[in-house]
C-alpha cells in the first residue's frame, strides 16, 4: 500500500469508526473480524463499494461472534449504518438480507457491479 489514502479509502475508515486498513492492504471494519477484504488490489471506487456489499452485508444483519444478543445486535447496527453512510444509501435490515443473499462473499460479482451501477435500485436484485 502507498502512503498517500484516496478520497474513498478516507470515506470507507470515517463510515466504519474504528475501522482500520492492515499492512496487507486488508481493510476491517470493526474489532470482531467478521468481516474484511482487500482494497490494495481496488483500481477503481466502484470495486470498492462492490466489496463493501459482498463482505460487509452478512455482518449488517446475520453475524453472530457474541454470545450476547445486545452486542450482535450492535455490530449488526454498526455495519448497517456504516454501509449506509459509506454508500449514500438507507437500506434496512431486510435490504441486507436480500444484498447478503444475492451478492455475499463475491457470489455474483457482475451482478453486484450492475447494482451498484443502478445507484443500488434494488429492483436489480429481486
Known sequence: MSGRMTNVEL???KSFTGGFINDNGE???ERSGVACFNISNCKFDEEIKCKVLEWCSKAAFKSEPYQSKKRNNQLHEFMLNGINMFLDTDFSE????LIYAKLGNGCNRPLC???VM???DMEVLK
Do not use: A, V, W
Open 11 to 13: 470515506k470507507l475508515l
Open 27 to 29: 481493510f476491517i471494519p
Open 113 to 115: 457491479e450492475k447494482f
Open 94 to 97: 431486510e435490504d441486507m438480507e
Open 118 to 120: 443502478s445507484g443500488y
